[in-house]
């Protein structure tokens, strides 16, 4: 067996007084896709973040391939950089820049981080839309796609930059049935036939049951219990696994509402005649 | 001013008497224009003091009438006097052809000289205004004396720079902003009383008369004071004010003689003519030459160049603070968004102080208070205060719209790989900037006004030049409409481009 791709040791983050991770373990292997389930405020999006970098962590290590974090204020200069090669994060209210086409939102990062030319970036940017479906929206904006729209042009943005480890919080939040189907079969081709590793949090057990190849869930801010999908899912051991299967019929959340105020509220600057 | 306050809740107290018996005479000066003239006493400021405050409590005494004051600024008093504010309007008001067509004008009661001030080192070599080429001259807007740098600035080249008072003009010139000051001869030995190292140089430029000014159909109580001013000069009571307030000479004396012997003629025509009106014929209001045509066409057409070019002072001068604005702004608020805890608190302090103290105090701060310090040019003056000003409001624009951008944006591009600048320079400050247009453009409309308020540090502007041309026609309404133009023609097509700029924004992102 190789060395994980992804190993979380004894992992603690606390916010003010409010302790959120309380010692998680985990451990990806190269070409997973585990799927990391709990109750809402479990902890799932927290270690997504910590892993991606955009926050610090108490105690505890967090190693991706080569990179080790350490506790303290989030990673910055080389180290991060080296986290960033590695990992790319799919959010779950996508986050797609409102200003720039799907195909810009694509190959933003390419051009200005990868150095690409433009040709090349938008030749690679328009196969990944292409093989996400949503290549006909290349020169639209944000404003003017659906919610599983958004969500693979948001993946599309992130494979752009080809990250070995994809990490994604709550993919299926804002999709139906038919369009979680067909982003389930894209998940498992990623891992499949592009050699990429995945870490999918997610409230949705029919998803979980359909593309994990492991589950893990959190509990209170500790990793609960863990393993095959068909073992976990059917004869789950843990209180906390039987209440979400339990609660699981009440859908995935809804997405959180996006801080994005239609009028934005600005100081109007100086009232004329003031 | 507390002598205004006190004087205008005694008018409203006179108010209701006045309506049965007449028995008040309100009379409007400016208190700030200070001594000989009117002035808050020292030792009581609730009370005025002045040779025309003693020569209202004469002419009120002869009338029968109690004197109520009432506060006006000198540059308003021809508007304010032609709208009934007060009775008689008496504060060193100067004798002119306009004030004769505009109001009701007495018996001119003082004659004074306009007289060069310079700097005691200079006064063998700045003897007249033709010594002056390409200096600066200041005096106080909207006077004979201003009228007179006017044109001098044709025939002799030299600079005149006007303020809306006679003290700093005198500060100024102490302090080399400016090479001499033309003034009247009692306005200019107070100053010289007031501000070490000035000379006066003795020849006049000009001459000029002290007057009374009434609306016009108020043309009966005007020959009444007439009478009673003639009768002052026959007797010595004018005489004996001027003395008490040391400003009586042989010219004037001169004067009065000629005044009176006039009078005994002007008296003996109009029983001839059977009362007929005599005009400013009788009193030659100025011997300069006459500046001002009759019909208001002529008046726009002489005008309008001098406008165009105040306009075009105020554009550059709103264009220039602007972009100053933009600029310290979009430092401020990213230092805002972005620095340290002290560079946040230190500009928090900066955009604080600066928002909550007035844009007029500022520009006094850094024209005149600071001059000791650092001698600023007055249009440098102008477009630091201004820029500096609005820098504050742009910052808080700005900051108000990088937060605007939604976080997991800005998380998305930094997992994507991108630099904090990245982020700033890709993501987010695009998007801010389309948020803080609408806004900037408002504040852009609002900053060509507020640059009325640099004429306080001598820059000559489109509302100053305004108030420079009302003054000299006594009548507003012609110049208010002309300026209201002009401004007009310089913010709609900016909201129009601005509102351009937004729809093609928002046509190329829907």
């Known amino acids: 067996m190789s060395a994980p791709f992804l190993a979380i040791g004894g992992l603690r983050l606390s916010r003010g007084s409010a302790a959120v991770l309380n010692g998680v373990t985990l451990s990806v292997l190269r070409g997973e896709l585990v799927a990391l389930m709990g109750l809402s405020g479990g902890g799932k999006t927290t270690v997504l973040r910590a892993v991606v970098g955009l926050e610090g962590f108490d105690a505890g290590s967090i190693v991706v391939d080569t990179v080790a974090l350490s506790p303290g204020p989030p990673p910055s200069g080389g180290p991060l950089r080296a986290l960033r090669a590695r990992v790319g994060m799919v959010f779950q209210s996508h986050g797609l820049f409102e200003h720039l086409s799907v195909l810009d939102n694509v190959t933003l990062a390419p051009l200005h981080v990868g150095r690409l030319a433009r040709d090349a970036a938008e030749a690679r940017a328009l196969a990944l839309l292409a093989g996400l479906g949503v290549d006909r929206h290349a020169r639209a904006f944000p404003r003017e796609l659906s919610g599983g729209e958004a969500q693979r042009v948001a993946i599309a943005r992130t494979l752009a930059m080809e990250p070995p480890l994809l990490l994604m919080d709550e993919p299926t939040a804002s999709l139906d049935p038919a369009r979680r189907n067909e982003l389930g079969r894209t998940l498992v081709k990623l891992v499949a036939e592009a050699g990429r590793t995945l870490v999918v949090a997610t409230h949705d057990a029919d998803l979980v049951r359909d593309i994990a190849t492991r589950v893990v869930v959190l509990a209170e801010g500790a990793v609960v219990e863990e393993g095959d999908p068909r073992d976990v899912l059917v004869r789950p051991k843990h209180e906390a696994t039987r209440f979400l299967l339990q609660t699981k019929d009440h859908g995935p959340e809804p997405a959180a509402p996006e801080v994005r105020p239609a009028a934005p509220r600005l100081p109007l600057g100086k009232a004329p005649n003031a | 001013m507390r002598g205004a306050l006190l004087a205008v809740l005694l008018l409203a107290a006179c108010a209701a008497r006045a309506e049965d018996g007449g028995a008040v005479l309100r009379w409007g000066g400016d208190a700030e224009g200070g001594a000989p003239f009117v002035e808050a006493d020292p030792s009581d400021p ?315 105090l500022q520009l006094f701060v850094l024209y005149y208070g600071l001059s000791s310090v650092v001698r600023l040019p007055a249009f440098v003056a102008a477009l630091l205060g201004l820029g500096l000003n609005y820098a504050a409001y742009e910052s808080e624009i700005y900051r108000g719209a990088l937060e605007a951008v939604p976080r997991v944006q800005l998380e998305a591009a930094r997992t994507l790989g991108l630099t904090e600048g990245q982020v700033l320079r890709l993501v987010r400050g695009p998007q801010a900037f389309r948020l803080a247009l609408a806004p900037m453009t408002n504040d852009f409309v609002a900053l060509l006004k507020d640059s009325s308020l640099v004429s306080v540090v001598t820059v000559v502007e489109l509302t100053k030049q305004t108030a420079i041309f009302a003054t000299n026609i006594a009548s507003w309404a012609l110049p208010g409409a002309l300026c209201a133009a002009l401004y007009l023609a310089m913010s709609l097509p900016l909201a129009r481009l601005a509102r351009r700029l937004e729809g093609r924004w928002r046509a190329a992102s829907s």
């Open chain 2, 46 to 360: 609730s009370k005025l003091r002045g040779f025309d405050v003693e020569i209202v409590s004469l002419v009120a005494k002869k009338l029968g009438r109690t004197p109520v004051f009432v506060q006006v600024a000198f540059q308003s008093l021809d508007q304010s006097a032609a709208r009934g504010d007060f009775d008689v309007g008496l504060s060193g008001i100067e004798d002119t052809t306009q004030r004769r067509k505009a109001l009701a004008v007495t018996v001119p009661y003082f004659e004074f000289r306009e007289v060069l001030t310079v700097r005691a080192p200079d006064a063998g070599r700045f003897r007249g205004l033709a010594d002056l080429r390409g200096r600066r001259v200041g005096t106080l807007a909207g006077t004979i004396a201003w009228e007179a740098l006017v044109a001098a600035e044709k025939s002799d080249g030299i600079v005149p720079v006007s303020y809306d008072d006679d003290v700093h003009p005198y500060e100024d010139l102490a302090q080399g902003r400016l090479d001499s000051v033309l003034l009247d001869n009692v306005l200019a030995a107070r100053s010289v009383r007031r501000v070490a190292g000035l000379a006066i140089q003795p020849a006049a430029v000009a001459t000029g008369r002290y007057v009374v000014i009434l609306a016009k159909e108020n043309a009966p109580l005007r020959d009444r004071i007439d009478g009673i001013l003639m009768d002052a000069m026959r007797d010595g009571t004018l005489k004996g004010i001027f003395e008490k307030w040391n400003i009586w000479d042989e010219s004037q004396a001169a004067f009065e003689a000629k005044r009176l012997a006039e009078w005994d003629v002007r008296r003996e025509t109009k029983i001839s003519s059977n009362g007929k009106e005599a005009g400013a014929a009788a009193f030659p209001a100025s011997p300069s030459k006459r500046i001002f045509s009759s019909s208001s066409l002529s008046l726009v057409l002489s005008y309008l160049p001098s406008l165009l070019k105040a306009s075009l002072v105020t554009i550059v001068l709103s264009c220039l603070a602007m972009a100053l604005a933009v600029a310290l702004g979009i430092g401020i608020a990213s230092g805002r968004v972005y620095g340290s805890a002290p560079v946040r608190l230190l500009l928090t302090a900066y955009v604080e102080v600066t928002r909550g103290t007035p844009v007029l």
